[in-house]
């Protein structure tokens, strides 16, 4: 059964700083990984899919890398603002024969202004 | 915006009630889901649909039940919930089922059993 970790559990920063959120997950054999970000109450917005076949992908400020071999992925936001205070949740396919996604506990990031 | 739209925003219900979900998507996606989140917890799969037909039901109680009128909509009924049923529901849908397929989320709705 897949299971995904993220660390830090939580992260408190101030404005500017450039952070990494990092993602484990225990079967190497998925098809892609998706980043999401979070917002209180809200739905999930999709940031970055990487596919199997990529070791990292790009959007503004955020850069996502993707080891499978080692079954790590980690999210990179550069000069960070209070705006990208949110929970960013990373998510594999579950795999073995099951649709849908696996996600872990995501990080709640804030960015003191 | 979301290209995943889902109705209500909020709803209350009593554990007597008789309510529906209500999700659409007009992106042309085969595949429909339902997720269930807690608070401080991550999204938990509840139903898979793929081309309107149930494929993956992941042995949720019966008092929720899915429906796919068509491959745009996406329903869930719910009857005698349990206040512990209170969480915020999520809709998302991918172009086909399979590992391989990106997922869109909506916005959820949030909902309350009293």
């Known amino acids: 059964k897949q299971e995904v970790t993220q660390i830090p559990a939580a992260l408190s920063v101030p404005e500017g700083e450039n952070l990494v959120l990092n993602c484990s997950f225990t079967?190497?054999?998925?098809?892609?990984l998706q980043w999401f970000r979070q917002d209180p109450g809200k739905g999930l917005t999709s940031l970055l899919l990487?596919?199997?076949?990529?070791r990292e992908q790009t959007s503004g400020r955020l850069n996502a890398s993707l080891d499978k071999s080692s079954g790590r992925s980690t999210l990179y936001i550069a000069a960070s603002q209070p705006g990208d205070s949110a929970t960013y949740l990373c998510?594999?396919?579950?795999?073995?024969?099951?649709?849908?996604?696996?996600f872990g506990k995501g990080t709640h990031l804030i960015i003191q202004p | 915006d979301t290209e995943v739209t889902q109705t209500p925003k909020h709803l209350v219900m009593g554990m007597t009630n008789k309510k529906s979900l209500k999700c659409e998507q007009h992106?042309?996606?085969?595949?429909m889901y339902w997720y269930k989140q807690k608070a401080k917890k991550p999204p938990e799969l509840m139903f898979v649909?793929?081309?309107?037909?149930?494929?993956i039901n992941e042995s949720v109680p019966s008092r929720f039940s899915p429906e796919c009128p068509n491959s745009s909509l996406l329903n869930l009924h719910l009857h005698a919930l349990q206040p512990e049923d209170s969480a915020l529901y999520l809709c998302?849908?991918?172009?086909?089922?399979?590992?391989?397929?990106?997922?869109?989320f909506g916005n959820g709705t949030r909902l309350t059993v009293t």
């Open positions: 998302a849908s991918s172009p086909r089922s399979g590992s391989d397929s990106p997922l869109h």
């Open positions: 990487i596919q199997s076949s990529q």
């Open positions: 649909y793929s081309y309107e037909k149930l494929s």
């Open positions: 998510a594999v396919p579950s795999g073995g024969g099951a649709d849908g996604l696996t």
């Open positions: 079967d190497s054999a998925i098809y892609n």
């Open positions: 992106m042309g996606h085969r595949a």
